[in-house]
């Protein structure tokens, strides 16, 4: 390997996947003297990278942990991973606060920008919707996350195996969204089997190959995803209320959504313009809603609709009458 810039990333490469190396197996591994590893190790440590020396017979090097960050290098499954990991915390700052979700943000675009067109188009393949906080996130396997994403963006009918299932055929489902919600990864998707719109748990999933045709995309009752999803746990009717609430207002709070995220319960909220967020919220009684919503302590803009400004009015006035 001549080149240096190429034989630097093959050399920090290998330091990365076990803890000690000889120098002589380094140079063997690289088809390279040692005394190029010793001048290549030197151009790391030159880079920010701390590389220990080892005593004994040989030598040998480590690679450790520096004060400094310095570039780091990801194979491409690490790479997939980091990016759905900034994905959701970039959206409410995995309930770090605000500071947390730009940082994510910003490091999701530094990290697609160097990715290569191979990676980049297995993480576009992932659509990800953050319904409710992640929490404590389940254990759903990478490649299966990846597999489901694949089908939703081909627009294929996706066939796995289930538990719910038991021991007979496959489940057969046109696959529309991957969301989050309360820790775990869920598919949402018609079952063509039951003719009806289903959830299923992302870690319950084992896809088969290869998918079947592709399909046209049903439209969702309601035409919102995070409040049918919503409904669907709550056991609501999301062509009805979208939250299974007799009362559901929707409103603009002063307040950035990693403020707002952790608190809405089986709300919904996303960003809105000049960093407020967008919250839909039901309750039993229209007094109740305004009464939840202030608990947030903010200015808040009612969207609708105008039974919620009424009930403002109606606790404005209570609230009056007890000051005075």
Known sequence: ???????????LSLLQTRRDWSGELLAERMAVSPRTIRRDVDRLRDLGYRVATLKGPGGGYRLEAGSDLPPLL?????AVAVAVA?????VDGAGLGEAVGEAALRALTTVRQVMPARVRHRVDSLPVEVVAPPGRATAADPAVLLALGAAIRAREVLR????AA???PARRVEPHHLVTWRGHWYLLAWDLDRDDWRTFRADRITPRVPTGPRFTPRELPG???TAYVVSQFRGGDASESGTGWPCRGEVLLDLPLSRVAPFVGDGVAEPADDGRT???QGSWSWAALAASLCRFDADLEVVGPPELVAAFGVLAARAGRAAG
């Open 86 to 90: 900034l994905q959701v915390a970039a």
């Open 160 to 163: 796995f195996d289930h538990p």
């Open 74 to 78: 990801l194979d491409d499954d690490q």
């Open 223 to 225: 035409g919102d995803v």
């Open 166 to 168: 038991g021991e007979g």
């Open 1 to 11: 390997m001549s080149n240096p810039s190429a034989r630097l990333l093959a050399l």
């Open 278 to 280: 967008r919250l839909v």
